[in-house]
């Protein structure tokens, strides 16, 4: 099989917009470690499944020792936590943090999953480690995005043409 030049797919898939995370856990001395990650993918709804694509390292060992792991996403304003996770901390850096199913949550995160992990799947460089979510929360505050290797402030206008939300039930069509 013929496999795409790694400079290109990287360019390629720069092209896809996600929110930013920071995942969260305990290590086995149950001091807090994180890790900014734009690998997050809800799998199902019922019952309520993530998962998260992690390298090897402190995180990695982190969530194969516990089981568990929370997903912050984080807010427009959120770029200094994400620099902070992926090893750029600024000098006076202190992210607070409250604490719910024993797992840290960042104080200002628009969203939070705490996560039970039911599968871990090698995969190349990276671990998948899938999990069900046993409790979450969310405030309206606007997220921060990557998108072309660079972050932005929010998604952007909503398409005036969708009337309908993702959360609200669509109607359904009826054949015969």
């Known amino acids: ?14 092209r896809f917009v996600t929110g930013v995370t920071v995942l969260t856990a305990l290590d086995t001395r149950g001091e807090v470690c994180g ?4 690998s997050f993918v809800t799998v199902s709804l019922s019952p309520p499944t993530v998962l998260v694509s992690v390298m090897p390292g ?3 060992q982190a969530i194969t020792a516990s089981g568990r792991y929370g997903v912050n996403v984080l807010p427009e304003g959120g770029r200094g936590l994400s620099q ?12 607070a943090y409250d604490v719910v199913e024993d797992l840290p949550r960042l ?5 939070f999953f705490a996560c039970e992990l039911i599968r871990i799947v090698d995969v190349n460089d ?27 402030l929010g998604p952007g206008a909503p398409d005036e043409q969708d009337t309908a939300r993702s959360d609200e039930p669509r109607a359904r069509s009826r054949v015969g």
């Open 107 to 111: 104080s200002n995160c628009v969203a």
């Open 126 to 152: 990276h671990t998948l480690f899938i999990a069900e979510v046993s409790t979450c929360d969310y405030c309206d505050s606007t997220p921060l995005v990557f998108f072309s290797s660079r972050y932005h």
């Open 35 to 38: 890790m900014t990650a734009n």
């Open 84 to 95: 902070h996770f992926s090893g750029r901390p600024a000098a006076d850096a202190s992210p």
């Open 58 to 60: 402190r995180m990695h």
């Open 1 to 14: 099989m013929q496999r795409a030049n790694p400079a290109a797919f990287r360019q390629a898939a720069s």
